[in-house]
């Protein structure tokens, strides 16, 4: 089991930077993608970027790409989202995830995820 507590999110103007964290503990046997997907209200949810476990191959959203950027602290088994930019549309509520897979291996499908934090929310506005 692994269980995922995101960190950082909170209001923010236009233009403005934020960055999440995604904190992971407990027993896994095996490596694990880590990734962000997130949720607008009256949206489904959808993928924003992902990080293998090797931290070498990454996957981002057309709408993140240029403007958010993940990375993974092995060490301190985390994953963190740097958003730079940011745009009202981003407004949404965050949500970690990690699948168990291939060290080398990373998915932009949700349903292939088999832990979810409890998210964390995203407000961009003036």
């Known amino acids: 089991q692994v269980q995922l507590v995101e960190s950082g999110g909170g209001w923010v103007q236009p233009g403005g930077s934020l960055t999440l964290t995604c904190a992971a503990s407990?027993?896994?046997?095996?490596?694990?993608?880590m990734g962000w997907f997130r949720q607008a209200p009256g949206k489904e949810r959808e993928f924003v970027a992902s990080m293998a476990w090797n931290t070498v191959n990454t996957v981002y959203s057309n709408s993140a790409k240029g403007r958010f950027t993940i990375s993974r602290d092995k060490a301190k088994n985390s994953v963190s989202l740097q958003m730079n930019n940011l745009k009202p549309w981003d407004t949404a509520f965050y949500y970690c995830?990690?699948?168990?897979?291939?060290?080398?291996?990373?998915?932009?499908?949700?349903?292939?995820?088999?832990?979810w934090g409890q998210g964390t929310q995203v407000t961009v506005s003036s």
């Open positions: 995830a990690a699948e168990m897979t291939t060290p080398w291996d990373v998915s932009r499908s949700a349903d292939r995820y088999d832990y």
């Open positions: 407990g027993s896994a046997s095996g490596t694990y993608a």
